[in-house]
């Protein structure tokens, strides 16, 4: 947030300097005298800042996976680029639509700003629509009442810190017409029950026992969404990584 508000005044000061420069400073200065330079880094600055800003703010945006909450799909370290209109075309900063262009489905990994801090940044996957009832029982997800299938793959072991690893089962959970890999861990967990309001999100982490969510915090409001996740561009530590497709 504290970037694109440092990049909007950067463009918007740079083009001030291309436009007087192009309208009324370059009408009044002899054909021998020079710009200053000011006004030539000022001109130069401008079209590389507008394109940025209209890249990301438009169209993409990437983004730094920091924790293992959405572990096996991502991973920290992973790097992501997020489109940034499959949401509807936003005003930078205020985040208001201007031009409507989808809402998220169920199974979507979105990105937005948590509600509860704006100025962070928050990726997890879409579980519940405006209007759904969410349950989450003894590991189990239910939405509008029905169980949502989930198969188990096999065991999995991660590291949490420098000296200490989790263990888990990998199961694949069937939501949309998406199958998708979801962590689960053998420790007790409470039982939730939400009704979605309208205009609102229900979002979860993919490693279920290990990420702070709607379950936790609430819902995620439409205003605040920022995009959808959709491929792997780096990762320094696992090379493997690179170049995957996000689902």
Known sequence: MIFVKLLMAATFITGIIYFLDLLVLKKIRSKSQKPSLFIEYGKSFFPILLA????????????????????????AG????VNKFAYGVRFPIWNKILINLGTPNRGDIFVFHYPKNPSIDYIKRVIGLPGDEIRYENKQLFINGEAINKTFQSKYSYAFNDDESLDASEFIEELNNSKYSILIHDIPSENYKFNVPEGYYFAMGDNRDNSSDSRVWGFVPDELLVGKAFFIWLNFS????????IK
Do not use: A, C, Y
């Open 52 to 75: 940025v800003f209209i890249i990301r703010s438009f169209i993409v945006e990437p983004f730094k996976i920091p924790s293992g909450s959405m572990m096996p799909t991502l991973i």
């Open 78 to 81: 992973d790097f992501i680029v």
């Open 238 to 245: 696992e090379f493997n990584r690179i170049g995957t497709w």
